[in-house]
């Protein structure tokens, strides 16, 4: 059992402490904003990630894990100190490290004696080195020692529990042996393989392994783009692809485009710690400059589809970037809805869970239904943003009846283009072609 305080309870922070209790270890998470560890002591857990609040509550009740909003407190009473504060995109396009400095202040203040401090946020490479300088200031007791370690976070939002329960790997760096092992230690539990390398190539690995995922994103949306203009179809053309084991299947969905509180900060990240290094990443800007297009495609097919969108009613369905979540950080939607609304349509939007993350972010007019039926009665068109299970299963022939026109923008190619067309749709996708291949797909050999 170690004794161990995260700082910064946000996605990363509730979600890690939360499993790391749950393998029996004690741990306080605690957070500068008082609002958030008020309402987690009293069991309200401030984003929505499925699972998440039973594990909490278990532990709770358990009393492995405790909140409060006195941060020196927490770090005093612990041996471990993880961070895992945000580390937003700056005007200028890199990581803002405010909040990670802020944070190793704290620790060195109240660095009561020998510690491991272990980064999880997403950081440039050097910044564990910058941990040990400002700790090493702030210490209250010079001989006090302490260690710095970098032990990245690769969860996703929507399976974040299973993903920090099942992780693949734990990338763990360090110049400290006796640090790497402590935490290669504490991740015995989760059963997962351990990677142990040094600080800066651990700090790498984060952002290089994201960057390479939007680089499949954006490379598979370019392929959907050719496929519409010659006639092939992206989901078949990516499943062919993936059977490849060099490439893989996953992160080959063509759609809108990525979003979310990671890839499009941290590749405009990385050109930027690029930039600084002397070296023009000309292939990870080409994936953003691939990305913030693949955005407007939306209005271009609405636009084909039915005219002039001034003074039509359109349906949007999905707000948050992906599903089974309430984050709307850089969720394709702030940009497409705001160019609907511009251009002079009316808009009813439809998401099971951003709702109300959403509402101050997006425009006043757009009105907002409790079910996909509301958002699509006397509507002249349906955008698909976020490929929630409740929005790729809607009735398609309640939905014939209550709209006024049949056009739908599938912008995640959720939904079967053979079954919408049956029902009387007129189906514009990214990539797909219109109607499947009967017999098309994976057969074995002696088919
Ligand atoms: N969200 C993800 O899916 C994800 C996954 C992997 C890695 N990451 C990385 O993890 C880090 C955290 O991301 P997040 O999404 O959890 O951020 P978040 O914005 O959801 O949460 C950060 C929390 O830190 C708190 N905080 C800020 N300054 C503080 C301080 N001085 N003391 C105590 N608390 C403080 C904030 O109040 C906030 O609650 C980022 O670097 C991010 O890139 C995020
Ligand atoms: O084939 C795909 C896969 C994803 N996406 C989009 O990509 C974005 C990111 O999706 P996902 O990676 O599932 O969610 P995140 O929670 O942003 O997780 C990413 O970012 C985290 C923060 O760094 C990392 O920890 C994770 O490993 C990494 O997958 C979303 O908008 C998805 O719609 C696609 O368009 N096509």
Request: charged fraction near 20%.
């Given at each position: 059992m170690q004794k161990i305080a995260v700082i910064g309870t946000g996605y990363v922070g509730l979600v890690s402490g939360t499993c790391f209790a749950e393998i029996g270890n004690r741990i306080i998470c605690c957070d500068i904003d008082e609002t958030k560890i008020a309402s987690l002591r009293r069991g309200i857990v401030p984003i929505y990630e499925p699972g998440l609040k039973e594990l909490i509550d278990k532990n709770t009740a358990a009393g492995r894990l405790l909140f409060t909003s006195d941060v020196g407190a927490a770090i005093e009473a612990s041996d471990i100190v993880y961070i895992a504060v945000g580390t937003p995109m700056s005007e200028t396009g890199e990581a803002d490290m405010k909040y990670v400095k802020d944070v190793a202040r704290k620790i060195g203040e109240h660095l009561n004696g020998y510690k491991i401090i272990v980064n999880k946020s997403t950081v440039p490479v050097g910044t564990g080195e910058l941990v040990r300088q400002i700790v090493s200031n702030h210490r209250?007791?010079?001989?006090v020692h302490f260690d710095v370690v970098s032990n990245p976070e690769f969860l996703r939002e929507g399976s974040a529990i299973s993903d920090c329960m099942n992780m693949d790997r734990a990338v763990i760096g360090s110049s400290s042996d006796k640090a790497s092992k402590a935490i290669a230690d504490l991740h015995a539990p989760f059963g997962t393989r351990i990677y142990l390398t040094d600080l800066e190539s651990a700090e790498m690995i984060k952002y290089a392994a994201n960057a390479f995922l939007a680089t499949k994103i954006s490379f598979i949306n370019a392929i959907a783009n050719i496929c519409e203009r010659v006639g092939a179809d992206v989901v078949q053309v990516s499943e062919g692809m993936g059977l490849d084991s060099r490439i893989g299947?996953?992160?080959?969905q063509a759609g809108i485009g990525y979003g979310g509180s990671c890839f499009p900060k941290d590749t405009f990240a990385l050109a930027h710690i690029a930039d600084q290094s002397g070296y023009d990443f000309e292939l990870l800007k080409a994936v953003i400059r691939t990305n913030d297009k693949q955005r407007l495609i939306v209005t271009d097919k609405l636009k084909q589809a039915i005219?002039?969108?001034?003074?039509k009613r359109i349906a949007v369905l999905g707000l948050a970037?992906?599903?089974?979540?309430d984050d709307m950080r850089y969720a394709p939607s702030l940009t497409i809805v705001p160019e609907i609304v511009q251009l002079g349509a009316s808009v009813s939007a439809f998401d099971p869970i951003a709702t109300e993350t959403a509402k101050p972010l997006l425009p006043e007019s757009v009105r907002y239904c409790g079910t996909v039926e509301e958002a699509l009665e006397g509507c002249d068109a349906c955008v698909i943003l976020t490929e929630w299970p409740e929005i790729v299963g809607m009735d398609l022939t309640r939905a014939k009846r209550l709209m006024n026109a049949t056009v739908l923008i599938d912008g995640r190619n959720c939904i079967s283009p053979l079954s919408v067309q049956q029902h009387g749709f007129t189906y514009h996708s990214?990539?797909?072609?219109?109607?499947n291949v009967v017999g098309s797909g994976l057969h074995t050999a002696n088919f």
């Amino acid at each position: 059992m170690q004794k161990i305080a995260v700082i910064g309870t946000g996605y990363v922070g509730l979600v890690s402490g939360t499993c790391f209790a749950e393998i029996g270890n004690r741990i306080i998470c605690c957070d500068i904003d008082e609002t958030k560890i008020a309402s987690l002591r009293r069991g309200i857990v401030p984003i929505y990630e499925p699972g998440l609040k039973e594990l909490i509550d278990k532990n709770t009740a358990a009393g492995r894990l405790l909140f409060t909003s006195d941060v020196g407190a927490a770090i005093e009473a612990s041996d471990i100190v993880y961070i895992a504060v945000g580390t937003p995109m700056s005007e200028t396009g890199e990581a803002d490290m405010k909040y990670v400095k802020d944070v190793a202040r704290k620790i060195g203040e109240h660095l009561n004696g020998y510690k491991i401090i272990v980064n999880k946020s997403t950081v440039p490479v050097g910044t564990g080195e910058l941990v040990r300088q400002i700790v090493s200031n702030h210490r209250k007791y010079p001989s006090v020692h302490f260690d710095v370690v970098s032990n990245p976070e690769f969860l996703r939002e929507g399976s974040a529990i299973s993903d920090c329960m099942n992780m693949d790997r734990a990338v763990i760096g360090s110049s400290s042996d006796k640090a790497s092992k402590a935490i290669a230690d504490l991740h015995a539990p989760f059963g997962t393989r351990i990677y142990l390398t040094d600080l800066e190539s651990a700090e790498m690995i984060k952002y290089a392994a994201n960057a390479f995922l939007a680089t499949k994103i954006s490379f598979i949306n370019a392929i959907a783009n050719i496929c519409e203009r010659v006639g092939a179809d992206v989901v078949q053309v990516s499943e062919g692809m993936g059977l490849d084991s060099r490439i893989g299947g996953k992160f080959l969905q063509a759609g809108i485009g990525y979003g979310g509180s990671c890839f499009p900060k941290d590749t405009f990240a990385l050109a930027h710690i690029a930039d600084q290094s002397g070296y023009d990443f000309e292939l990870l800007k080409a994936v953003i400059r691939t990305n913030d297009k693949q955005r407007l495609i939306v209005t271009d097919k609405l636009k084909q589809a039915i005219g002039t969108i001034e003074g039509k009613r359109i349906a949007v369905l999905g707000l948050a970037f992906k599903p089974h979540t309430d984050d709307m950080r850089y969720a394709p939607s702030l940009t497409i809805v705001p160019e609907i609304v511009q251009l002079g349509a009316s808009v009813s939007a439809f998401d099971p869970i951003a709702t109300e993350t959403a509402k101050p972010l997006l425009p006043e007019s757009v009105r907002y239904c409790g079910t996909v039926e509301e958002a699509l009665e006397g509507c002249d068109a349906c955008v698909i943003l976020t490929e929630w299970p409740e929005i790729v299963g809607m009735d398609l022939t309640r939905a014939k009846r209550l709209m006024n026109a049949t056009v739908l923008i599938d912008g995640r190619n959720c939904i079967s283009p053979l079954s919408v067309q049956q029902h009387g749709f007129t189906y514009h996708s990214v990539g797909r072609r219109p109607v499947n291949v009967v017999g098309s797909g994976l057969h074995t050999a002696n088919f």
